[in-house]
């Protein structure tokens, strides 16, 4: 017989920014799809309507576009299994819960919060091992129900959950696992307004879109025997699960947002690139070898097998994805990175700039910077006295150690009279100039440098002061040079 294809789904709820987790699995999911050349899926899990947050899917979306993670079937309504979005989909549920009351696998149960309430409190005191639910409602005579139901009183529905037996799967990461059914409440398949719940409708549509493999956290392990006994109620395949392992902050606590973004947008707006933040995320929890940490996207899917994934915490170290994301920019070429810092400043404008940059311009910084960024937002602090219109300093700043007003005035000058001779000014010519002059007026070349690059940059410390000099241009390097000149003596050399 054919193998069946690999269908797995990325099911979001529309209820906040996708944080790194949620995108986790999103990756696990797509790299085993595109590994097994078998389909993802994206849909929508919005039944908990009191919850949904206005313009959550549209950043779900803008974070899988943006990490480049393709969807075969779900948002935009493409593909045959539809719709993707939940609260689109109630008569598959109102279809499911019809049958399962037909054949007393679930039951209508009338029961107030208030009762709910009272119940949870004496089990509480009294330290029964088995919590929730106590089944008044399951043997309600036939009279009662029907006068509950013309009275409109209102009700959900429940689960029957069996009272013996094991409900156990055998998972991708944790081996096999069961719970005994006895020990779990009868609990809610269809909510008093009309919604399921998460466990009826995540069985019901991964059923319907022919979902063969599920990947979500470890959270939802407690969820196996609520999920299996779905299934078997139905007589439907179970399919093969793989509960991720918990994302960790480095102190191993969960991680959130007191230990820093925990939304993946946030990296982007940060200036992390793609395929670092798809390489670091594929290693929470997985691993090519134990010992490789750089990985190509081609080579994610090319060994992505999820019998490599650690069932122990992974801990996400914000300085390791630096230190990744420092890699991936130096080895972009100037061309490509330059053009990644514009597309970055075009989306999020830099405050620091007056100028808006050209592309030619995003190159020559790229060529000066590449090698001391880690994100591409560490650009513009860098090199902002570039695209300022003003660069902003006191006459005292520009006077080095070890020398006075008139000797600073001096060299100014001096340095003055070299650049406006060029025709163009180059780093390495420049360099040379400047190092021969430090010689002839008998200063140190470092207090040469510092007075030069106050003078142009305003800053102490700058990129390689000589590339600097040269994307600034002969032009405006003079008039940099003319403003220190004034300020020093209130005597502009033209």
């Known amino acids: 017989m054919p193998e069946t294809k690999v269908r797995v789904r990325y099911a979001p709820s529309p209820t906040g920014e996708p944080h790194v987790g949620n995108i986790r699995t999103a990756l696990f999911d797509w790299l085993f799809a595109r590994n097994k050349g078998g389909d993802f899926i994206v849909r929508v899990e919005d039944t ?36 993707y979005v939940q609260s689109e989909r109630l008569d598959y549920y109102e279809n499911a819960v019809s049958r399962l009351l037909t054949i007393g696998a679930a039951y209508k149960c009338f029961c107030t919060s208030e009762r709910l309430e009272s119940l949870r409190q004496i089990q509480k005191q009294q330290k029964l091992s088995r919590l929730g639910y106590d089944g008044k409602c399951r043997s309600l005579k036939k009279e009662k129900l029907q006068k509950m139901e013309s009275e409109s009183i209102p009700f959900v529905v429940r689960f029957l959950m069996p009272d013996e037996g094991i409900s156990q799967i055998d998972d991708l990461v944790r081996g096999i696992i069961e719970f005994d059914n006895d020990l779990v409440e009868d609990f809610v398949i269809l909510k008093a307004d009309g919604f399921p719940t998460y466990h009826l409708a995540s069985v019901v549509d991964d059923h319907h879109m022919g979902i063969t493999h599920v990947f979500r956290g470890e959270e939802w392990v407690s969820s196996i025997p609520r999920h299996v006994q779905i299934y078997r109620a139905f007589d439907w395949e179970t399919p093969i699960y793989a509960h991720l392992p918990t994302i960790l902050a480095p102190d191993k606590t969960k991680l959130s947002k007191r230990h820093g973004a925990t939304s993946v947008l946030e990296y982007k707006e940060r200036g992390y690139l793609p395929d670092a933040v798809v390489n670091f995320l594929s290693l929470l929890g997985w691993s090519l070898d134990g010992e490789t940490e750089i ?14 994934i650690n069932a122990a915490g992974a801990v996400f170290d914000i300085e390791k994805l630096d230190w990744m994301n420092g890699y991936y920019i130096r080895e972009l070429s100037a061309e490509e990175l330059g053009s990644e810092l514009l597309g970055f400043w075009t989306q999020f404008p830099p405050n620091e700039f007056d100028m808006i940059p050209t592309l030619e311009n995003a190159v020559e910084v790229a060529r000066l910077v590449r090698e001391r960024l880690k994100t591409l937002s560490d650009a513009a602090p860098l090199v902002s006295f570039i695209f300022k219109n003003e660069i902003v300093y006191t006459p005292e700043e520009l006077i080095q150690k070890g020398m006075n007003d008139q000797q600073t ?19 390495d010519e420049i360099e040379s100039d400047l190092r021969k002059l430090a010689g002839d007026l008998d200063v140190k070349v470092g207090q040469l440098l510092g007075t030069i690059r106050l003078a142009t940059s305003g800053q102490r410390v700058s990129p390689p002061l000589f590339g600097s000099l040269e994307i600034l241009g002969r032009d405006r390097v003079v008039v940099l040079l003319d403003k220190a000149i004034e300020m020093l003596t209130g005597d502009s050399k033209s």
Do not use: C, M, Y
């Open 409 to 427: 005035h001096n060299l100014l000058i001096k340095v003055r009279e070299i650049i406006s001779l060029r025709d163009i000014v180059t780093a």
């Open 48 to 83: 908990d309507q009191a919850r949904r947050v206005e313009g959550a899917i549209e950043l779900q979306k803008e974070s899988l576009q943006w990490l480049g993670l393709d969807w075969d079937e779900g948002l935009g309504e493409k593909g045959e299994s539809g719709p």
């Open 295 to 308: 990985i190509s996207r081609d080579d994610l899917v090319g060994h992505f097998n999820p019998l490599r």
